[in-house]
């Protein structure tokens, strides 16, 4: 038995791939209020009720990272690449 190729998928003109662009709704669970649970998209029949309780699902919202934060990520990421170089000069120096 001998395997096909795998054919590859034709970029957009924009160059992007469709496999590469992912919708950002895709990536966001829904959520009962009644049952207080997230519901997983394959679980969720025709009409858009919950599956355990019936009642009508909600949206799910979408909220973006404050800026504080990611300053604090980055601050927090060059402080400890600069403790870990003081960390290997420290160990160059004692041994």
């Known amino acids: 038995m001998v395997a096909e190729p795998r054919s590859q998928p034709d970029p957009d003109e924009d160059g992007v ?4 662009v992912v919708d950002d709704e895709e990536e ?4 009962c209020e ?8 394959e679980d969720i029949p025709d009409d858009g009720t919950c599956p355990r ?6 949206a799910p919202e979408r909220h ?10 980055v601050a ?7 403790r870990a170089y003081q960390g290997v000069t420290w160990v ?4």
């Not at 160059?92 to 041994?95: N, R, T």
């Open 53 to 58: 309780c019936g009642s009508e699902l909600v």
């Open 28 to 31: 966001l669970a829904t959520w």
């Open 17 to 20: 791939l469709d496999d590469e």
């Open 92 to 95: 160059v120096h004692h041994l």
């Open 64 to 73: 973006r990272v404050p800026w504080y934060f990611r300053m604090m990520v």
């Open 76 to 82: 927090s990421v060059v402080y400890l690449g600069y």
């Open 34 to 41: 009644e049952c207080e649970e997230l519901v997983d998209e």
